[in-house]
């Protein structure tokens, strides 16, 4: 079982080149165990959407980033 233990919500006001106004959206990192094996897995969700992901749903999807879903 994938134990999530961390999770960092990023988005980043910076400008670039080719959107001196834009926003840099770098996402929600997500740092797990499972078992002796741990590590970190981005999930790249709109800022909207992330905020109404539960533990459950980050959990469900770090699995699937790791097996190859997402």
């Known amino acids: 079982m994938i134990r999530v233990s ?3 919500v990023n988005w980043l006001e910076a400008e670039t080149f080719e959107n ?3 926003v ?3 996402g929600l990192v997500v740092h797990y165990f499972n078992g002796d ?3 970190h897995v981005k999930l790249d969700y709109p ?3 992330a905020m109404n992901l539960t533990l459950s749903d980050i959990r ?3 699995v ?3 097996r190859g879903v997402q």
């Open 47 to 49: 800022e909207n959407v």
């Open 20 to 22: 001196p106004m834009g």
């Open 64 to 66: 699937l980033k790791l």
């Open 37 to 39: 094996a741990e590590g």
């Open 24 to 26: 840099i959206y770098d």
């Open 6 to 8: 961390r999770v960092d």
């Open 60 to 62: 469900k999807n770090v």
